[in-house]
């Protein structure tokens, strides 16, 4: 039996249990009942009657959407109470919807308005854990939904909820978290071979009934008559641990009532007169965002290298974050995408279930992250969704405003005891370190030498020579150390990545992009072994290269003295040739040889 027939068989296994399983009573319903039980209240559905229906969104109604994900781009539907838009999607292959109503066309956690429902993916359900799932809801281990959709390799739980709730930025945090408990609820050993659980926030969209599953198969939906509606109240009585919603976070989520602001373009452009210049006037819809070091997003690949913790469940979101950041550090999406790419072999080698592998087509839906909607997510919700954590920068848990105003009192404070002031410098940099930098990677330079090739000055050579010779006994032992230290997959992977780097920019030559590649991969093993400093990574290169025509020379010197007849003790000039370090000592060694290299053929 081939994989394909094994998912067709185990997705009707899944579908007779929910209709004929011994517990309850669970009918199969079509895609129009389905909407109407999401959103009906009381017999009445509180869409919009139709598109642009006299401003209703005044009256607080709104619109469902459902949206196709296609090839090259997204179509949205815009659900209205006729729900005439429901027989165009019937039978297509990848239709999705949230249980949320919004505004406007997109469907995006702005536009997005009230919740109706929890809706939780549960995927690996086999036969074992079909039957240990509807147990758990005879014993009332876990809450029964109210709808529960077949959608092919898995299966959809719906919540619905009594009361719809309004979806402010304070709620939207809120219930994000909560949703997050209820996956630990019902995502466990019994329910699910998955082991490690896969987060979705209240925005994810999940395929639509009568829509096609990924192996072209019917999505089915199936509603538990009679059932009742929840209230956050009752499901939290589940919630365990951290996530759990406390008295007060209920309360806030109850009084909670979206009333949209009734401010007209004249009295906007009074009280926001910026805002209306950049928005309306110039019709700049982008938000403003900080603009954050690269360090960030090279940080984040780094750490997703060779990491234990990423598995599978957290694979997908590893990437997304990866393009997030991308966003935030102003990473060109070429390079992001390339990046991306890079981690595709080793995000497969870690598949379990052979029914979910990692594809390029998993790249590609992370990669639409890469947008300024996702430019705000939460840094703890990156910490949930990919299973890494990432410390949080401290500054004594205070405003950044007041943080550096403490800091920089407690700096003219230190200043004053020493009758100094931190300007006295003009933030003009000691030499000391192009000093350090060229004695680095030319131990047995002189001063004199030193001064001609970095174009330092005399006395500044000499100030800071002793200096920086002591400072490189302390750090040499420690860098040649660690560096050895840097494992070869982690070397190989920067060396893959590097491959990518300036391939985009046109102002460049290729031999200059070959040579910025190398430099730029030094500078990447530097960082590991935390030496942050481009000009060293520069000078190793230039060292390198130095040695490599040094090598080659005396190569072809050793060669061609075969052949000669002035040379009288051969083992010996070959011996001396091998331990010469500069191109000077091996002229210097031919010369007293007598011996003239066919320099031609270097």
Not at 134 to 161: E, R, T
Request: glycine share 4%; aromatic share 14%; net charge positive.
């Amino acid at each position: 039996m081939t994989g394909l027939e094994k998912k067709k068989e185990l997705y009707n296994l899944r579908n007779g249990y929910l209709k004929y399983n011994p517990y309850f009573q669970y009918t199969e319903i079509n895609v129009y009942k389905f909407f109407e039980l999401i959103y009906s209240r009381n017999d009445e559905m509180p869409l919009e009657e139709c598109e642009g229906a006299s401003q209703e969104h005044q009256n607080h109604k709104y619109h469902g959407i459902a949206t196709e994900i296609l090839k090259d781009r997204a179509r949205h539907f815009m659900i209205f109470n006729d729900l005439n838009f429901l027989e165009e999607i019937k039978d297509r292959e990848f239709v999705i919807t949230s249980p949320i109503s919004y505004i406007g066309r997109n469907r995006t956690a702005k536009n997005s308005r009230f919740l109706y429902a929890f809706a939780i993916d549960l995927d690996g359900v086999e036969k074992q854990h079909i039957e240990n799932i509807f147990y758990q809801y005879k014993s009332g281990a876990m809450p029964k939904p109210n709808i529960i959709v077949s959608s092919g390799n898995g299966l959809h739980l719906y919540y619905i909820l009594e009361k719809p709730i309004a979806l402010f930025d304070n709620i939207k945090i809120l219930l994000k978290r909560f949703k997050y408990g209820l996956i630990d609820l019902v995502w466990n050993g019994y329910t699910s071979s998955v082991k490690k659980r896969q987060y979705q926030g209240i925005f994810q969209g999940f395929r639509i009934p009568e829509t096609k599953t990924k192996f072209g198969e019917i999505v089915r939906a199936f509603y538990l008559e009679n059932s009742e509606l929840y209230t956050v109240e009752r499901l939290n009585h589940w919630v365990t641990g951290r996530r759990k919603l406390v008295d007060t976070e209920i309360d806030i989520i109850n009084k909670a009532l979206y009333i949209p602001k009734k401010l007209t373009l004249k009295e906007a452009k009074e009280k926001y007169p910026d805002w209306y210049e950049r928005r309306i006037v110039k019709g700049d819809k982008s938000r403003k965002k900080w603009h954050i070091k690269r360090d960030l997003y090279d940080w984040w690949k780094r750490t997703i290298t060779d990491n234990e913790k990423v598995v599978e469940g957290h694979r997908y979101f590893c990437i997304m974050s990866l393009a997030m950041y991308g966003l935030k550090c102003d990473i060109p999406y070429e390079e992001v995408k390339a990046d991306a790419y890079s981690f595709l072999e080793e995000m497969e080698s870690k598949t379990g279930n052979q029914d979910n592998h990692f594809t390029e087509e998993d790249i590609e839906d992370a990669l639409k992250a890469y947008k300024e909607s996702y430019m705000t997510f939460p840094r703890k919700d990156i910490e949930v969704v990919t299973g890494i954590s990432i410390p949080p920068n401290k500054r004594n848990y205070q405003k950044q405003k007041d943080h550096l105003e403490e800091i920089r009192m407690i700096r003219d404070l230190r200043m004053k005891r020493q009758g100094k002031k931190w300007t006295d410098n003009n933030g003009r940099k000691s030499k000391k370190d192009e000093v350090i930098s060229y004695l680095l990677f030319n131990q047995n330079a002189t001063k004199y030498k030193c001064i001609k090739e970095t174009g330092l000055s005399k006395p500044t050579v000499y100030k800071y020579w002793e200096e920086a010779h002591q400072f490189l006994e302390t750090l040499k032992p420690k860098f040649y150390k660690n560096f050895s230290e840097i494992p070869f997959a982690r070397k190989n992977r920067l060396f893959r990545e590097m491959s990518w780097r300036y391939k985009f920019d046109e102002n460049m030559s290729e031999e200059d992009k070959k040579i910025m590649r190398k430099i730029d991969y030094i500078h990447e093993l530097l960082k590991l072994v935390n030496i942050h400093n481009y000009e060293w990574a520069k000078n190793i290169y230039k060292k390198r290269e130095k040695d490599k025509k040094v090598i080659k020379l005396k190569n072809l010197i050793i060669r061609q003295s075969k052949k000669s007849k002035n040379i009288g003790n051969l083992s010996e000039f070959n011996k001396l040739i091998k331990e010469a370090e500069t191109e000077e000592k091996i002229n210097e060694i031919c010369l007293k040889y007598d011996f003239l290299p066919n320099l031609e053929l270097f």
